[in-house]
């Protein structure tokens, strides 16, 4: 039970820390473009003046047409009107422009923004949140905040187009204006209920919207696995349940919602019938003419929907805040905890690592590395082997950066590893896991985005060392091939040679192997096992093996169990000295 109101207590604590970005976070990027956001807003008050005037020269064409004396006077006013009107579609098209240029501008800073940041949340953040869920915010929710803008300036416009017809209904009858000016107030109090229960329910949709969203991407990834294991029914009835929760919060949304808004077209219609009223009180007293109440009456539906335009510009300011609450929401380090680094860059760092007494917890407070120590000296090739779960993938993770010890020491040759830079740890250390993730390009800018200035020849220098470079220039365009998505045109062992040598490209110190030929057949996996080798007294090489027969030439080998470091020792040693290391060993081979 105490476990329970921990968790709820820190839930409550998100939602107070997601209600402080909305539109203020959005201006900070609109103000790198201010030249297009001026423009954009000058032109906008520009359209609201000529929406005034041309509603007094309606009302005086009205008024000239009524007398039917002055027709030279009523075509004169027809042309202004029809000037206005010309002179406003123009300047609505070249608003697009401004729009458009501040609105994929500011569109392009913040997905930039945004996934840098997301690049820079703790794994263990990932973990909990899932990739769908920051798919989902920088694409779907980035294009809502865009079109929730679009709207909210156009119906500042129109407001501004109402305010005119309000005081031109002042300057016709001060008692009619404010009539008019009381029934928008009673509107606005009758749809306050409806925003408040749109605040309230909007962000529950919005988050199982996310859920479904983020389950479908997941499906779509993993459809190769789901027609392996033949669960597809099972996967989509799973699904099924978060759709239909989604469903049932989307509906009583909008049950809600159209509920309210119908109530207040009731009260805009009883806020007509009493204008009427009121209109034939002044008609019979003649404190009106009819030409006065048929301008008023004209243009009192205009004015009425003054409060719901401005409902309507409630309702959007509160969905961009809701949008940009959940965009801006991943920058914020408060809520998902970002990677943190130190400032020492070693210039002449040899490729020696230390850990000291290690430990490593996760959030349940589960050990998963218990007081771990071992010495990795520059240029040897170690291993780590040991049962699932006993700790292998944590050690790599530790030394790679993307999780932190909970207790203990790790040492860069002097240097401990919370005061390396970034520049540090992701210049001299590279990983190639079981799965790598080779990007849905050309070969050629698969290693420019690792080392931008890396030449041809230096990229095939690196694939020969991989002995993959004959693979390459067989294929139609060479280096300008792009082999699919993940590299789904290259076989398992191709596209780990090509994944090593483009960890190579950054003349690392420390080369990492997770598991990284237990997807491959026997024939492959000695090929890249060679290249591995290869690699031996160049630079630091360390492994994380299930099959142990790939790891026997290593310089020392590291046994682990439940999170101890019980033996180490060469493959020859250890078979005759550590009977758990050789059950390991002989269980292996015979899985292989």
């Known amino acids: 039970m105490a476990k329970r109101v921990k968790v709820r207590s820190k839930k409550v604590k998100v939602k107070e820390k997601t209600n402080k970005y909305g539109f203020k976070a959005l201006f900070k990027y609109y103000k790198k473009h201010i030249g ?17 005037f041309e509603a007094m020269c309606v009302a005086n064409m009205i008024a000239l047409i009524m007398d039917g004396t002055n027709h030279t006077q009523t075509l004169t006013e027809a042309g202004i009107i029809l000037g206005l009107g010309v002179t406003n579609a123009l300047l609505s098209f070249v608003n697009t422009f401004f729009y458009k240029q501040l609105e994929n501008r500011t569109k392009i800073d913040i997905q930039q923004m945004v996934l840098k940041s997301s690049l820079d949340i703790q794994m263990k953040s990932y973990d909990k949140m899932g990739s769908g869920i920051i798919v989902t915010r920088l694409t779907a929710d980035i294009d809502a905040l865009s079109t929730e803008f679009k709207a ?5 416009v129109d407001l501004l187009k109402k305010s005119a017809y309000v005081l031109y209904i002042f300057m016709l009858n001060v008692w009619l204006g404010l009539f008019l000016v009381g029934t928008i107030i009673f509107t606005i109090l009758m749809s306050k209920l409806r925003i408040h229960y749109f605040q309230k329910l909007k962000p529950k949709v919005r988050a199982s919207a996310e859920v479904v969203n983020s389950k479908i991407i997941e499906v779509v990834r993993g459809v190769k696995d789901i ?27 909008w049950y809600v919602g159209v509920g309210l808004s119908q109530a207040t077209n009731i009260a ?6 009493f204008f009427i009223v009121l209109c034939v009180h002044f008609l019979k007293s003649n404190s009106i003419t009819p030409l006065v109440f048929y301008t008023s009456y004209l243009y009192r539906g205009n004015i009425i929907d ?6 309507e510009l409630k309702l959007n300011l509160g969905s961009a805040v809701v949008y940009a609450n959940r965009i801006f929401m991943l920058t914020d380090a408060d809520i998902y905890e970002k990677d943190t680094f130190g400032t020492k860059t070693p210039l ?11 430990e490593f917890a996760y959030d349940n407070g589960k050990k998963v590395l218990d007081k771990a120590s071992f010495e990795i000296m520059p240029k040897q090739t170690v291993a780590f082997v040991g049962e699932s779960g006993s700790g292998k993938s944590t050690i790599i993770n530790l030394i790679s950066h993307l ?10 040759d002097e240097t401990k590893i919370e005061d390396l830079s970034r520049e540090f740890v992701k210049n001299n250390i590279a990983v190639v896991n079981q799965f790598p993730y080779i990007f849905n390009m050309s070969i050629r800018e698969n290693f420019k985005i690792i080392r931008p200035d890396i030449t041809d020849e230096q990229i095939y220098e690196l694939c020969k060392e991989t002995n993959i470079h004959n693979v390459i220039k067989n294929l139609p365009q060479g280096l300008d091939s792009v082999i699919g998505e993940n590299a789904c045109q290259l076989s398992g062992g191709q596209k780990q040679k090509l994944c090593i040598a483009r960890a190579l490209a950054r003349d690392v110190k420390i080369l990492i192997f997770d598991e990284a030929t237990s997807a491959l057949d026997n024939a492959n996996q000695k090929e890249i096992m060679k290249v591995i080798e290869k690699l031996k007294s160049k630079v630091t090489v360390i492994l994380i093996a299930h099959r142990l ?39 292996s081979n015979q899985e292989a």
């Open 36 to 52: 297009f956001f001026i423009g954009y807003v000058i032109i906008l008050v520009i359209k609201a003046v000529l929406n005034f």
């Open 152 to 156: 909210v300036t156009t119906r500042i």
């Open 227 to 253: 027609k392996t294991l033949n669960c597809a029914d099972s996967t989509l009835d799973n699904m099924r349940k978060d759709q239909l929760d989604y469903c049932k919060k989307d509906n009583f949304e």
């Open 268 to 273: 805009r219609f009883l806020c007509n019938f």
């Open 306 to 311: 003054f409060a719901t335009i401005l409902e």
């Open 348 to 358: 002449h760092y040899s490729g020696k690592i230390t850990f000291k007494n290690v």
């Open 403 to 412: 999780y932190y010890k909970t207790g203990g020491q790790i040492y860069f």
């Open 549 to 587: 027969s790939t790891i026997t030439y290593a310089d020392n080998i590291y046994i682990l169990d439940s999170g101890k470091i019980i033996a180490n020792g060469q493959h020859s040693e250890l078979m005759k000295t550590c009977p758990y290391y050789k059950e390991l060993y002989n269980n």
